[in-house]
């Protein structure tokens, strides 16, 4: 019933709530040694009775167990205002495991005297079959709350992958660093949804803070359909009157404009490319140059320790393309809001290599300016979201490559930002929803 008593609604709530949750990773693998020792227990119960015994007293004990540990993990879904299509599968998994265990225990008895016939003979060993299946799914899908969804089969045999169809199917999409919607749908979306569809809160189980989560949709199916501006759900929202119940942005925060408006339908209606970097009919600011982008060295011979730092932080890093030349990007959505200072700062042995660094809505401070500064190549910087004052920014012109900064949601001031005008490779700086957003248009302007 706790569902259906507290509903889940993407908001914080009490700490005590979350400080009890945080015991439900510890408490939850309880009920699932218990729940895998009963069909042990029962077999063995054929050549020893006490067994079957023992089978009866550790299968009461996983019924208690079960609901502990969904109340535990409802307090701390609840408490933090965690929402996402991970967590509520997680959630109903765990609920309908419980469900089946008290099953299981309701049947137990008229199956192990030997009073039921017929089909009711075999409820039992059938539920608890059940009850396995269950089991492993809800554990995957914490498993994948946890430490990402390619986590239990990331390293799956190819051949094993082919055969049970397990495993991702196909590699993330990365976005061209210059592509239309790395340069001009991401930041309309970021700037305007990613606050109740991001990493932190996910309405509705969708996140508008990558190209592939954007994609997937939510709970209602996908939001983009390429080539189909009319059936996208995202478009209809974004142009109903701000009047409308289902009108977004929701909550009172700024309607898109109307050129943001015509630059998303164009590029649905396009294809919804990761990779385009024009749209027919469209004129865009700031077109990119056929000048080469800078190349960082090998660094073939880190892959390896790169991708453990990566593992162990949480963090993914990817190639920007094909060729290693055009650098790694570090993006720590699936970390956030956790990751901080001093994690970034595990990856300065690897600084010269990346060369782009998505920080949005991470707890990081003005205290990583001085690490961001040794990223050499850095070309684009996310800091949307965060603590940050601005206090240091002025480090950030020691990046000769810079051409690109989001620092809408932060405190950043107009005074913080004027060490910028010496950046002259900045040709996109973010200011949205910050002390310094009037000057945003004026204050950092690229001359020709």
């Known amino acids: 019933m706790l569902p259906f008593s507290f509903r889940l609604d993407g908001k914080v709530h009490a700490d005590w709530q979350q400080f009890l949750g945080r015991f439900h990773p510890l408490i939850v693998h309880v009920p699932i040694g218990l729940i895998l020792l009963v069909p042990v227990l029962e077999i063995a119960g054929r050549f020893r009775s006490a067994l079957r015994e023992a089978a009866s007293f550790v299968l009461s004990l996983s019924v208690l167990s079960c609901f502990v540990a969904v109340t535990f993990g409802y307090f701390l879904a609840y408490g933090s205002g965690t929402t996402g299509q991970s967590m509520t599968q997680h ?3 765990g609920i309908a495991l419980s469900i089946g265990v008290l099953i299981c225990w309701f049947i137990r008895s008229g199956w192990a005297s030997g009073t039921s016939t017929g089909v009711i003979a075999n409820a039992y060993p059938v539920s608890l079959v059940c009850v396995l299946l269950l089991l492993s799914w809800a554990a995957h899908m914490g498993g994948s709350l946890t430490h990402g969804d390619n986590y239990l089969f990331e390293y799956l045999p190819t051949g094993l992958k082919h055969l049970t169809g397990l495993g991702p199917q196909q590699p993330k999409i990365v976005p061209a660093a210059d592509s239309v919607y790395a340069r001009h749908i991401y930041p309309v979306l970021d700037s305007h949804c990613a606050t109740c569809h991001g990493a ?3 309405k509705g189980g969708l996140r508008v803070d990558s ?10 199916g996908p939001v983009i359909f390429p080539n189909k501006p009319d059936l996208s759900v995202l478009l209809q929202r974004v142009t109903l009157p701000s009047s409308h ?12 404009k109307p050129q943001d408006i015509t630059l998303i339908r164009a590029w649905i209606t396009q294809g919804a490319s990761p990779t385009a970097k024009t749209l027919i009919g469209i004129s865009l600011p700031d077109v990119i140059t056929n000048t080469p982008l800078p190349q960082v060295a090998d660094y073939s011979h880190m892959v390896q320790n790169m991708q453990q730092l990566a593992k162990s932080q949480g963090v993914t890093l990817t190639q920007v393309s094909t060729n290693p030349g055009d650098g790694l990007v570090l993006n720590t959505v699936d970390a956030a809001p956790a990751f901080n200072d001093a994690q970034l700062e595990k990856f300065t042995p690897f600084a010269p290599y990346i060369v782009e660094v998505e920080l949005g809505r991470t707890s990081i401070t003005d205290a990583s300016f001085a690490t961001l500064a040794k990223f050499s190549h850095l070309r684009a910087l996310h800091l949307e979201g965060t603590a940050i004052s601005g206090s240091g920014l002025a480090k950030l012109t020691q990046l000769p490559d810079l051409n690109y900064l989001n620092l809408s949601g932060t405190n950043v001031t107009a005074a913080a930002i004027v060490p910028l ?26 001359k020709s």
């Open 91 to 93: 959630m109903w998994g």
């Open 200 to 202: 932190k809160k996910a």
């Open 211 to 220: 190209y592939d989560s954007l994609l997937r949709g939510g709970r209602g």
């Open 245 to 256: 119940p289902k009108f977004m942005p929701a909550d009172g925060k700024p309607a898109l």
């Open 421 to 446: 005008q010496s950046l002259k490779t900045l040709r996109h700086l973010y200011l949205f929803n910050t002390p310094a957003q009037p000057l945003a248009s004026s204050s950092l302007r690229r």
